[in-house]
């Protein structure tokens, strides 16, 4: 069949600058002021270059069509709303999440070096990307970082139960070493909703684990998808996760949590309230910073070079395969496979802005 | 058979005043200051009554085997080595890991009432029983706790691995309600190996998920435990966690983590240097306390009312459990099996005190 060939031709690669170029565009031509579509530009291909498939342009047109729609604030007024010497709550006022969480990052970062170690809740922001993008940005500063966030649909039961009242809540923390940085960034279910959405478009069946039925059987069948409920790591554990994570970022914050919760895939018009948490922790307030740093390195290798299973070609570190794909992808460009090509030209023409890569 | 019926007969109840004073008697023999074998006593009991039974007085005689071996110091001069605005590091002095993290609780609860939050590591301490024991304590401040800590013992391998590099690094959050506290203490492990011993002890057939074989197939038999690796949740996402934790926990805190790990159950004469970590955030620094208790008590309640699987009696909420059996067992007694009673008899002789409950 046609479709099918077309969908399963090697993508095209694109470069990040061009990339990049086209996501400020496409938000400067919905209002976007300059900087804040910069930010986003620079953060969402950093998802796509790190492999992050899910979260970075491919996003693009859900975020235009919220903005449309009014559900996201264009210019807001990004700032802190109450402040402690070892904490902050940043108001996102609705704006674009990446630009919202910039901000909270740096304020946990500046509060950081005093204090030594920084809580800062987020309220009122909006889908920010991948984890992994926040708790990252403490590690030049010689910090470590840790993310909550609450998702922004629901597709988890409580462990028992069938009614979707969690999201799949992910964490991230990241540690600095000289030779190599740790970081992890993960959801709370075996499997995040973006690749379940990614098997459903090609029509793959789904791995067994990844879903249940409303009687707590495997969900294999694409097309039931829609029925199906995320399976939480560990079971009952998975969804104590996805609960604390979610208190943490969204019930301390006065944001969105439970069934408050907005399903940012179905509807263009609301505001999602969106939660996250980031934290900033001085490893110099803790002791010598190159001894930290060296201390990780050694563990890193201990883990590299422990003995793998049969059949196991290598041991990875959090963070290392993003990486891998990173330096592969700044040097060869993001595939950009042809629905996704399609919707992003589609996306051109309605906002009257130059085609992606041209 | 004689030995089997005993075993299976149903364990005698004894009150925690009992056992408390048990403990601290026990303690006091091998030269800890009446407050400190108090502290412990009443830690111990606690995890007794919440249904922690491989945290509670079972660990006694380890405790005192450890002690007199010189592993761990009686009398530690437990204090604050550096700190900060927003954070602190304890130095337990290879103190009791009870005493060390009652000293690190208090730590954080105050720094957090005037930071609005505080991160406490601790290095130099000891097993210092279930980790929701210090994630509770900020809760009667309204605040949030959250508490990490490097396991005293590597039962997991790096995903895909064999080498036995990593604990089961267990994470408690706890978090207040007017009518609920939810408070999710957890292994990073499918199952802890504490329970492991116990289905070895009694002979019971490993449940299948719980440990896996050198190969990666399930290992099953109690008799073949000791070659077996216990599977992580979510099997990277679990390897993830207990690695991150362990360097928030452990390396950050400049304590054993990795290879450094000493094993407290085969070793009775070198110390830990177990590492900690415990977070209180006040809520008052983030919004209205009662608004918070609020929500959480309309998440618990929309978690326990919602739909149930066919055949799933009850969806319970983290802590729910725990706190049915601490009022059962606060009412009835703790029950003590049979073998656990003769290893206490036998401690009471050699320590020429009281046997339990005379």
């Given at each position: 069949m046609k479709a099918d060939a077309a969908t399963s031709a090697p993508p095209q690669r694109l470069p990040a600058a061009q990339l990049k170029r086209f996501i400020a565009d496409s938000l400067l031509a919905v209002g976007l002021p300059a900087k804040d579509a910069a930010t986003c530009a620079e953060l969402m291909v950093r998802a796509d270059l790190h492999g992050a498939d899910g979260h970075g342009i491919f996003r693009l047109p859900q975020y235009v069509r919220r903005i449309k729609g009014g559900a996201v604030n264009v210019k807001p007024k990004v700032k802190v709303a109450r402040e402690a010497a070892g904490m902050a709550l940043v108001d996102g006022d609705n704006g674009m999440g990446h630009v919202v969480m910039s901000f909270a990052a740096k304020t946990a970062i500046a509060k950081a070096k005093t204090a030594g170690a920084a809580w800062v809740g987020v309220h009122r922001s909006n889908h920010a990307g991948p984890a992994s993008l926040y708790a990252a940005m403490p590690l030049a500063h010689d910090m470590i970082g840790l993310y909550l966030a609450v998702g922004n649909a629901n597709h988890m039961a409580p462990w028992g139960g069938i009614d979707l009242l969690l999201s799949t809540n992910p964490i991230a923390v990241g540690a600095p070493g000289n030779e190599t940085n740790i970081v992890l960034d993960m959801a709370?279910?075996?499997?995040a909703y973006g690749k379940v959405k990614t098997a459903v478009q090609r029509g793959e069946t789904l791995p067994e684990g990844w879903m249940i039925d409303h009687q707590g059987r495997p969900l294999t069948d694409p097309k039931r998808a829609e029925e199906g409920l995320l399976v939480p790591i560990g079971g009952y554990k998975g969804y104590g996760l996805a609960l604390v994570f979610g208190l943490l970022a969204g019930t301390l914050n006065g944001a969105a949590m439970g069934s408050e919760t907005v399903d940012f895939n179905a509807d263009d018009v609301t505001p999602t309230n969106t939660g996250h948490a980031i934290v900033a922790i001085s490893i110099a307030a803790f002791g010598d910073v190159d001894e930290f740093k060296r201390r990780v390195d050694k563990l890193a290798r201990e883990i590299r070079r422990s003995k793998p299973m049969p059949g196991v070609a290598r041991i990875w570190l959090p963070g290392e395969q993003s990486r891998a794909k990173f330096e592969e992808r700044s040097k060869l460009g993001v595939p950009i496979p042809q629905p996704l090509r399609a919707g992003l030209d589609k996306l051109a023409r309605e906002l009257k802005i130059k085609a992606l890569g041209t």
């Open positions: 709370t279910t075996v499997a």
